[in-house]
């Protein structure tokens, strides 16, 4: 493939797209629009998330304020969460433990998100340029794609669904409680409740419309017709994958603002609003 001003078989020059053996385009990029306005987004959103979550790992404080409890930190894992004895969760790891537990518990959450197919063109675009945009030439003088590692772990990322599974599974359990009070008398529904509410059902909806679920709910099977119930489950999570790149941004912001949602209330910023 060759561009106006240069003959068929001219043979490429310097690194990237470059190299011996690609397609001679002496263009840099094919595009005329701001195609760099996407990726550059991308990867700011990303990495905004990931400095907010990395300080609130590390923070170990103002994480509880009753009922709500911080989705970074649930549940509770070590006796460090001195402040949630009397709260929806357990010490499961005793005073050994003197490292914040988010450290932990965002394992699942993170490896989920990271090796989600979305998350894979998201930051392979955003951060690694593989490649930046269609029709935009990649830096990289090879592809080996997720052959070699590190990118082959992402082949895990079903066994990663499976965790998200009951990381939803507690998150619901918390958006339960939050109908408590502080006496944890039920009843209660404040500001927060909401916020819990929304973000529970964006994480839901995020977790169901993975690939891996939609493989795991209608796939191998030859017949929808003799499996009518697994054939109306695949279509409504087929509904939802076609909504996952907005999932998955709308559930990130969720989940943070659920956490500093819960930060400015046990820090003292302002009380939780209560409709009742």
Not at 43 to 54: D, N
Not at 81 to 95: E, H, K, Q, V
Not at 122 to 131: H, K, L, N, T
Not at 175 to 191: C, I, K, N, P, S
Request: glycine share 8%.
């Amino acid at each position: 493939m060759a561009t106006g001003t240069e003959p068929t078989g001219t043979a490429p020059r310097g690194g990237g797209v470059g190299t011996p053996g690609r397609a001679a385009i002496a263009a840099p990029h094919l595009r005329t629009d701001r195609w760099w306005l996407a990726p550059a987004a991308t990867a700011a959103g990303l990495l905004a998330f990931v400095v907010y979550s990395t300080w609130r790992a590390f923070a170990n404080a103002h994480y509880y304020a009753a009922p709500y409890v911080s989705p970074f930190y649930s549940p509770c894992l070590a006796e460090n969460c001195r402040d949630m004895r009397a709260g929806p969760n357990a010490d499961l790891f005793g005073s050994w433990w003197g490292i914040s537990p988010a450290i932990i518990i965002l394992i699942f959450p993170l490896g989920f998100r990271l090796t989600c197919y979305y998350y894979r063109k998201a930051y392979y675009r955003g951060f690694w340029a593989s490649p930046p945009a269609c029709a935009v030439a990649e830096p990289h003088g090879k592809y080996t794609g997720e052959t070699r590692f590190p990118l082959i772990l992402q082949n895990i990322h079903r066994y990663f669904f499976y965790a998200a599974i009951p990381v939803a599974g507690v998150l619901t359990y918390d958006t339960v409680l939050a109908f408590r009070d502080e006496h944890y008398a039920w009843g209660h529904m404040g500001l927060g409740t909401l916020v819990f509410l929304v973000n529970i059902v964006l994480i839901w909806a995020y977790t169901l419309s993975c690939h891996s679920c939609r493989h795991i709910v209608g796939g191998k099977l030859k017949h929808f017709s003799k499996h009518p119930v697994r054939y109306r489950a695949w279509q409504f999570v087929g509904r939802l994958n076609a909504r996952h790149m907005q999932l998955a941004w709308a559930s990130l912001l969720s989940v943070a603002l659920a956490d500093f949602y819960v930060y400015l209330v046990a820090s003292g910023v302002f009380d939780d609003p209560r409709f009742f």
